[in-house]
Structures are given as structure tokens and as C-alpha cells.
Nanobody
Framework: LVQLVESGGGSVQAGGSLRLACAAS????????MGWFRQVPGQEREGVAL????????YYRGAVRSRFTISRDNAKNTIFLQMTSLKPEDTAIYYC?????????????????WGQGTQVTVSS
């Protein structure tokens, strides 16, 4: 099993920045991809950014590509999401997720492990 714990959410004004962190513990060697997803109440959960634990390759949803950066610290089994130029439409609960058995995909349903989520609120 793998446990994921997010931190770093909060409230910020439009144009501001936040940095999220996700610490993984347990059988982390089995995780091939880690990523950030977000969900607004009443809407489907969507992928934001992914990072391959093996190659370090990164993938971004188009709406955040030039504003968000996903990174990793392998020694600490932690990934980060640096969010800049935040917009009100970025407001959501952000979840960290881990995928075993295959490299990064955007399909939310195949991810095996999830954190508890952290709220990000961007005011205009």
C-alpha cells in the first residue's frame, strides 16, 4: 500500500502563487506515475499535471501548461505543484494520486492511490 498526504493549499488572490506538496510513504517503489488532479463540487475530477517516477517526464493539462510546474524530490518521495498566475477558475480541491503498473495516463479511474485533498481558493 501507498499513503499520500497533501499540504500547501489555501486562499490567494488572482495572480498569486501557491505550492502544493504530496508526500508518499509505503511501497512507493511500485508507483510509476504521480500526479495532481482537481475537482470542483458537482464536476468530474480532472488531471492537472503528471510526472513519471522513472523518467521524470512531465505532462500538463493545456489550461495550466504555462502556469503550473510539477516536480519531484525522489529522496523524500515527494512531489510538488508550483502554481503561478492563479485564476479564479483554478479554485478546486486538489488531489495527489499515484499509479502502479503503467506509466502516466490521464484516465482518473485507473489511479490506485489518492490523498485526502487540499482546498485551493482563488479570489478575483
Amino acid at each position: 500500500l501507498v499513503q499520500l498526504v497533501e499540504s500547501g493549499g489555501g486562499s490567494v488572490q488572482a495572480g498569486g502563487s501557491l505550492r502544493l506538496a504530496c508526500a508518499a510513504s509505503g511501497y512507493t517503489y511500485s508507483v510509476k506515475c504521480m500526479g495532481w488532479f482537481r475537482q470542483v463540487p458537482g464536476q468530474e475530477r480532472e488531471g492537472v499535471a503528471l510526472i513519471s517516477t522513472g523518467t521524470g517526464s512531465t505532462y500538463y493539462r493545456g489550461a495550466v501548461r504555462s502556469r503550473f510546474t510539477i516536480s519531484r524530490d525522489n529522496a523524500k518521495n515527494t512531489i510538488f505543484l508550483q502554481m503561478t498566475s492563479l485564476k479564479p477558475e483554478d479554485t478546486a480541491i486538489y488531489y495527489c494520486a499515484g499509479l502502479i503498473g503503467t506509466d502516466c495516463v490521464w484516465d482518473v479511474s485507473v489511479y490506485n492511490y489518492w490523498g485526502q485533498g487540499t482546498q485551493v481558493t482563488v479570489s478575483s
